[in-house]
Structures are given as C-alpha cells and as structure tokens.
C-alpha cells in the first residue's frame, strides 16, 4: 500500500478543505465537491455529510479510486471503507478536533450516518 509523504500528510491535515472526485465508472472523474478531510497518524479520512446518500460518496465507493486536491496536494488517490469501530472513534476524534469549532456540522460528521460512510484515502503509485 502506497503512503502519503509526511508532507503531503502535513497538508492535508492543515487543509481545511478537500476537493474529491471520484472516478465513475468509464474513468472519467466527478466533478469535484468541495468536503472536509482528517487525518490520524500516516492515515487520511474522508466521510460523507449526507450518509450513504451523497452522490460522491456512492461513485468513490463503487469505483474505489478518484482524485484529490488541497493545499498544493494534488493526486490520484483510492478509496478504502473503514468499519472498524475504534478506527471510526478516532476519526471521530480528528473532526471534532478540527472542526469543533463549526457549531451544528461537526456533530453530523460523527453521527452514525456519517460514520457508515468513513473512508481511508491512500494516493496511488
């Protein structure tokens, strides 16, 4: 599995927003949504506002790979779900440290909703 450098990872965490487009089926890419990003440790989390719902959400994770850009990151990357709980509990963690401060959107980025749709985003070789 490919990792982030440790700049990379430095930029993302500072990020306060990710571009995300994932690709569709016959390869061509989304148009991108603009979504928060967290990292834990080497690791880089996204998840969806909307649950399951959300559109980008459900073509990352039927095609599993897409792209990503922020903060001078700009890169293939794949998409892997995450359902380990404690793994789920430090994201947790990571919106609310980032993002706490943004009364009433943070609370749904841990909700359970949210947290079915956690993916670990890696870039590609």
Known sequence: MTTWTPHALEQLAAA???????RRDDG????PTTIWVVTDGDQVFVRSWRGTDGAWWKTARATSTGHVSAD???????????TDPAANDRVDDAYRA?????TGYVEPMTAEQARATTLRVTPQT
């Open 72 to 82: 001078g990151i700009d890169t293939d990357v794949t998409f892997t779900p995450v």
């Open 16 to 22: 306060d927003e990710l571009h995300i487009a994932p």
């Open 98 to 102: 980032k993002y706490g401060h943004y």
């Open 28 to 31: 061509s890419l989304r148009k």
